[in-house]
């Protein structure tokens, strides 16, 4: 039986009245709602572990085998089942009480991270293993089925939790809890890693998983099923199974956000996939130059998701998208070019606040312009455009590395994302329907 929307508790939600976070000013306007402040401190909180784990990870892939192609090779394990189950887990987000699947998901894969960190550990005490390769692509590729059941429930149910008007603040607030992670984790990573050996992320990574579970546990969105109704209700198994796809393509403003989202994601992206060989060749660095870099990107993707936010009533989407892509491409093909770590450590932040501009803009606009009952379906499309086409811009731009060199096949991907971009400044009718 479907559950009817719960009415606004003002007590739950922070409304009426004044809150801490109704005198902090605009930026943070999505914190006077109760339910949001659980979910984004949880997710916060675990995405720190996560990129600890992501840092550590591709150190230890680069000790291990000294190869782009491995290195790409653990990214495309890792979203391959973005590719094949994104369709059906946006389905399951519009059919399903959204957060009990988060919580069945994320606790799948909590207790995947525990297991994969115990292997590393023991295979440490070993003084190393070439067999744990194996283990890290195929721990890689069982997170990813896990974690593709939670990511398009998880920007679905971002609507559930704040009301309309302070939705593009919320997704905003969303992507700087995901880039204050990428400030914090890698530098936490860094100190574990040097003091206590690579093993010790992983471990973190696993614990982190508590918060988000417990912060699942505590919250009551407005809706405890999806509300569907009319043509929703009525669907068959397959107009349930592509009707985000149906709608992309009778929608173009949504198909051209969701192509911009994918262009980025595979030609652009894979500078931070190719990062680790960037620092160990060119700029002769080490785990610690490697770590900061990162987090130099995280720091740059913070502060661009709190200026979003602070603008969030009063941004322009289709400049926020233009201008984002365009700086982003430009920042990222000057980091191939860069053979010295202070000018790719100023350029890393400007690349990571523009990307993170323009995702949230898209993102914003996406779920904007879907109605409730299809807004599961359409965010697996965004999600498959993200983390489906993630994994192969990592393994075309690992192999092409290999070949041509790391900050060749770089410069190759930020020239293409910088034509898209330019091909969206000339041409504004693509992005009409947002103004």
Known sequence: MEAAALPLDSKRDGEPGRTPWTTAGRTFEAFQHRDYRYFWAGACLS??????QNVAQGWLVTQLTGSSFWVGMVGFAGG????????PAGMMADRMDRRRLLLMSQTVVM????????VIEVSSLTRGNWGLMGWILGAAFVTGIGMVFSFP??????????????????VSLNSAQFHAARLVGPAIAGVLMARLGIASAFWANAVSFLAVIAALLVIRPR????PHSGAGAAETTWQRLTGGLTYARENLSVAVLLASVSLTTFFGLPYLVLLPLLVKGPLRGDSGTYAFLVAAN???ALTGALGVAYLARLAHRPTLIRVGLIVFASAALAIALSGRVWLTACLMPVAGGAFLTMQA??????????????????MALFVLSFLGIMPLGSLAFGALGHVLGVRAAIA????????????????????????
């Open 47 to 52: 995405n720190v572990g996560t990129w600890m």
């Open 412 to 435: 190759v991907g930020e020239t293409a994302c910088l034509a898209w971009g330019l091909v969206l400044l000339t041409r504004p009718k693509l992005l009409a329907a947002l103004e």
């Open 223 to 226: 809706y405890a099923h999806p």
């Open 111 to 118: 207790f995947l991270a525990f297991g994969l960190a115990y």
């Open 80 to 87: 391959l089942p973005v590719l094949f189950l994104a369709l």
């Open 361 to 378: 803009a898209v993102n914003t606009g996406i779920q904007a312009s879907t109605p409730a009952h299809l807004r599961g379906r359409v």
């Open 298 to 300: 995280g720091l740059g």
């Open 153 to 170: 429930a998880w920007q679905a149910m971002i609507p559930d939790l704040v009301p309309s008007e302070t939705l593009l603040n919320a």
